[in-house]
């Protein structure tokens, strides 16, 4: 399986938060051949079993499958439309953008903008998402038979190859942990693992962690590592807070996150030559992790991070390299059985 | 003249101002087996001309622009990103989280931005000028970049042509639509002898019409071009400048140019008679070809007739089929009718 056509088709299907059906049957599918026991859950939630024995040992890997998008909130008579975020959209990227709205039929709209032969100020700053109005060119009945309130609106983007390895996309964001989980499973089909594996497709990340929060407490793992991706430096950015794209996973270290399993996933990286990089957060790590920790009485948790670049838009850029050291890492950390007792 | 391909690889070909090679091939190709003759001039103007049915009274030149806007890159910084300014009028904000195409090998690329996560609430609102954006081709190093990029090469809006409901949304609709219109004038049989100009650098400046307008000596002008509608919820009705789907829009003057009147009044006149839908331009603004026609030499009476398009020079107008046909049955009519008063 090729990295890259496997984002491909993660990125080209299009699932905002609580809206999860197709990218969850996707994975289902991609998944199949790895594993006998997959289920989609009432949240649309993944759930999938690799090795479902009695061991004490129960590691859970978990990625959120859901992507930014928006929902139309007002649909007027001359075609126009008002939207609000579904997950932290950045609203800079949206004037002059096209976006596609999936009402009854997938429709393009652009985001409206005032030409520059119209401006008299020039460095005007941008709306709010709110304050934003979408374009469809369609009016009346026609466009209200076509789309409603809640229907989603997503940036409109395929995915591309740059060079090298790299590839641009909207929704890497966190289709690129999908694919590290996807990897993982198949990676692992050959090999004999001692201890209980689940791998969590999870709901709803980018509202409150639905999905993460409610499948943890059914599925009670021993342990749980959450994937995710991270800061890739930029120019112009805090050069502490990120890390350099293509330069490996980035592995979580946060007063919140189980500094033994960290230490693990380190140490194997450094034995087994994977290029890594430690991400150091002083609290919470703002990812599914933070919810993980705290299911039930507790569980420990890590975090490992694909390293991303313009998170949050429709050019986020990923290195395929960074997902493959990823997917090796956790495959090392679930064949050496997890955490390591002292 | 319902052939909308064409359209669309007019408005999908990459030219920006000073690099019109490859609209002109297609324009070429499109224009030459029906024109008498043809000449692309120093500037890399097409200046073509047909002979009609006969000679008319009045020498008349049609003139669209071929170039669109787009950026250029300017500095390869040593991690491989690229700087870039503009070329032509285009507002910071529309190029934020943009894909495009850099130079002749058409690398792609994207505008990205700082990850809203790390800004204050501030910064979430702030316009960021377009020396503080850059283009990430996911080069490694300024080394690897250069092996694919050089100082100099010109980046395009990604091509994004669609056609739905009525409405064409794309890149560069101003002004392949004008070239669009010419084409498919020239295809006919003329009545009377015409120039058609294809034009360089209009939006650094008018720069291609002066010399060609100098060099095709008309007594009078047509330029077809798409014009600012900004007919949009929450605009009001006055600063609206003209609506898509209201039909080809005539101008008494924009920043420019004042029109010549009477072939402004010609305009509305057969408008009328032939029941093609017309619009006033309701705001004096913006500009185009006229502005350095109408001066050439000792004056040329000029007149424009103009598609309205929404989000000009951004990376996705907007316009209206209906509008196209407008234009298109207009500039046929008012050809004539000039060329014979």
Redo the contacts between chains.
């Keep these: 399986m090729m990295v890259s056509d496997l984002l491909f088709r993660l990125c080209d299907t299009l699932s905002g938060a609580g809206n999860e059906e197709k990218i969850a049957n996707l994975i289902k599918k991609e998944i199949q051949n790895f594993s006998k026991e997959i289920i989609i859950d009432k949240n649309k939630n993944v759930i999938c079993h690799l090795n479902n024995t009695n061991a004490k040992k129960h590691i859970l890997i978990e990625a959120h499958i859901d992507q930014i998008s928006m929902v139309i909130t007002a649909v007027d008579d001359n075609g126009f439309l008002n939207i609000s975020s579904c997950g932290g959209v950045d609203c800079r990227v949206l004037p002059g953008s096209t976006v596609l709205i999936c009402g009854k039929k997938i429709i393009t709209g652009i985001v409206c903008t005032t030409p520059p032969h119209l401006i008299e100020k020039k460095d005007k700053d941008f709306e709010k998402t709110e304050n934003l109005i979408i374009d469809t060119g369609i009016s009346g009945e026609k466009l209200k038979n076509i789309v409603s309130v809640g229907d989603y609106v997503y940036f409109d983007a395929k995915p591309e190859k740059l060079l090298d390895n790299k590839i641009t996309a909207p929704g890497l964001d966190n289709r690129a942990g999908v694919a590290v989980l996807i990897r993982c499973a198949q990676m692992l089909k050959a090999e004999k693992i001692d201890c209980s594996v689940t791998l969590l497709f999870s709901a709803q990340e980018e509202i409150n962690s639905l999905g993460a929060k409610t499948a943890i407490f059914d599925l009670d793992p021993t342990e749980a590592i959450a994937v995710d991706v991270s800061f890739a430096k930029q120019p112009n950015n805090l050069e502490e807070r990120c890390s350099d794209l293509s330069h490996g996973p980035m592995i979580g270290i946060a007063p919140s996150l189980s500094r033994s399993i960290s230490n693990k996933i380190t140490k194997l990286a450094e034995q087994n030559n994977i290029p890594y990089q430690l991400e150091i957060m002083s609290s919470l790590t703002g990812t599914t992790a933070d919810s993980l920790t705290v299911s039930k009485g507790g569980i420990p948790c890590g975090l490992l991070s694909v390293p991303l670049r313009y998170m949050h838009s429709p050019v986020e850029v990923i290195d395929c390299n960074d997902i493959e050291f990823t997917a090796k890492l956790l495959c090392m950390y679930i064949l050496t059985g997890g955490i390591d007792y002292e | 003249m319902n052939n909308l391909t064409l359209l669309q690889k007019l408005c999908d070909t990459y030219g920006i101002s000073g690099d019109e090679a490859c609209i002109r091939e297609i324009i070429l190709n499109e224009i030459t087996p029906f024109v008498t003759s043809v000449n692309i001039d120093n500037l890399g103007n097409i200046i073509a001309f047909k002979k009609g049915k006969k000679k008319g009274k009045t020498k008349l030149m049609l003139s669209a622009h071929m170039d669109e806007v787009g950026f250029i890159v300017t500095y390869i ?1 040593k ?1 491989g ?1 690229l700087k870039f300014e503009a070329v032509g ?6 190029a ?4 495009v195409v850099i130079g002749k090998n058409k ?12 800004l204050n609430a501030e910064e ?6 377009i020396k ?1 954006l ?1 283009i ?5 190093s300024k080394d ?1 970049a250069l092996k ?1 990029i050089s100082p100099g090469d010109c980046v395009y809006f990604r091509a ?1 042509y ?1 056609f ?4 064409i ?1 794309s890149k560069a609709i101003d002004n392949r639509v004008g070239c669009f219109v010419l084409i498919n004038l020239i295809k006919q049989d003329l009545p009377f002898d015409m120039y058609f100009v294809f034009s360089v650098q209009e939006e650094i400046g008018l720069r291609g019409a002066k010399v060609a307008a100098y060099e095709v000596n008309p007594d009078a002008a047509i330029v077809v071009e798409a014009t ?1 509608a ?1 007919d ?3 605009t009001s009705d006055e ?1 609206q ?1 003209c609506k ?1 789907g209201g039909g080809a829009v005539i101008a008494f003057m924009d920043k420019n140019t004042i029109y010549d009147r009477n072939y402004y009044n010609f305009a509305l006149e057969l408008a009328k008679k032939n029941d093609i839908k017309v619009q006033i331009k309701s ?1 004096v ?2 500009g185009n070809d006229s502005g350095a026609i109408h001066m050439s030499r000792s004056g040329i009476k000029t007149i424009a007739v103009s598609l309205p398009c ?7 107008g ?1 316009i ?1 089929i209906d509008d196209l046909w407008a234009v298109q049955k207009l500039v046929q009519q008012l050809s004539s009718k000039i060329c014979s008063a």
Excluded at chain 2, 89 to 94: A, F, L, T
Excluded at chain 2, 136 to 140: R, V
């Design positions: 910084n991690d990103m009028g285009i507002n910071s904000d529309v934020c989280g943009k894909r690398i792609p690329g994207v505008i990205g931005l700082k990850p809203v996560h790390l979430r609102q702030k316009n960021i000028p503080d850059y990430d081709i996911a080069a490694a690897e694919y994004n669609k739905e409901n009525n409405m949304k600012t900004a949009i919820k929450g600063k400048v898509i705001l603004s913006g929404r989000y000009l020079h951004s990376a996705c907007m209206c």
